[in-house]
T-cell receptor, first 113, second 113 residues
């Protein structure tokens, strides 16, 4: 257990529904990253926050995806109008500004039927 | 731009024999390199990291990796495999700035009794 928690651990939804995931970081970490991992692949970067500011979004993050980190603490990742291609493991990782080492949460596995 | 190539998607060894997981990287600057392990239904765990200090890096559970700039390689080794080492291993590079991690596609290590 790294101290990074994610909720829910599993989510099954029907195509077209909206889903929201939550990540709670290690308290003193001010950087928070979201990654997506599809079956048989390594995780891919989606977006990251420095405190409450979202500093970069990957081109993988379509307009249906939005992420927030109010008050620089927990973060949420919302997917609107889910598609089957959104089925994946969504991972959150956190760290300090001056560190290269990221601590990963257990992930949220999304299945879109 | 940065990238990593894991040269083997699957490696099978017998318990007690050496492990070698191969990784080549590409980076336009001095990279930070990592190996992460992912056991089934568990989160990503950092095995070891290279951040421009000693080129031979020791990690947890008896794993080591050597940074070879001339060969742009960062291979992971272990003298004697244990059944509990069976997992997916990811070679990872981190850049400057946002320091998002770029993962390889993974190597599945199978350990035979």
């Amino acid at each position: 257990d790294t101290g990074v928690s994610q909720d829910p651990r599993h989510k099954i939804t029907k195509r077209g529904q909206n889903v929201t995931f939550r990540c709670d970081p290690i308290s003193e970490h001010n950087r928070l990253y979201w990654y997506r991992q599809t079956l048989g692949q390594g995780p891919e970067f989606l977006t990251y926050f420095q405190n409450e500011a979202q500093l970069e979004k990957s081109r993988l993050l379509s307009d249906r995806f939005s992420a927030e980190r109010p008050k620089g603490s927990f973060s949420t990742l919302e997917i609107q109008r889910t598609e089957q291609g959104d089925s994946a493991m969504y991972l959150c990782a956190t760290t300090w500004s001056n560190s290269y080492e990221q601590y990963f949460g257990p992930g949220t596995r999304l299945t879109v039927t | 731009a940065q990238s990593v190539t894991q040269l083997d998607s699957h490696v099978s060894v017998s318990e007690g024999t050496p492990v070698l997981l191969r990784c080549n990287y590409s980076s336009s600057y001095s990279p930070s390199l990592f190996w992460y392990v992912q056991h089934p239904n568990k989160g990503l765990q950092l095995l070891l990291k290279y951040t421009s200090a000693a080129t031979l890096v020791k990690g947890i559970n008896g794993f080591e990796a050597e940074f070879k700039k001339s060969e742009t390689s960062f291979h992971l080794t272990k003298p004697s495999a244990h059944m509990s080492d069976a997992a997916e291993y990811f070679c990872v590079v981190s850049g400057t700035g946002r320091r998002a991690l770029t993962f390889g596609s993974g190597t599945r290590l199978q350990v035979q009794p």
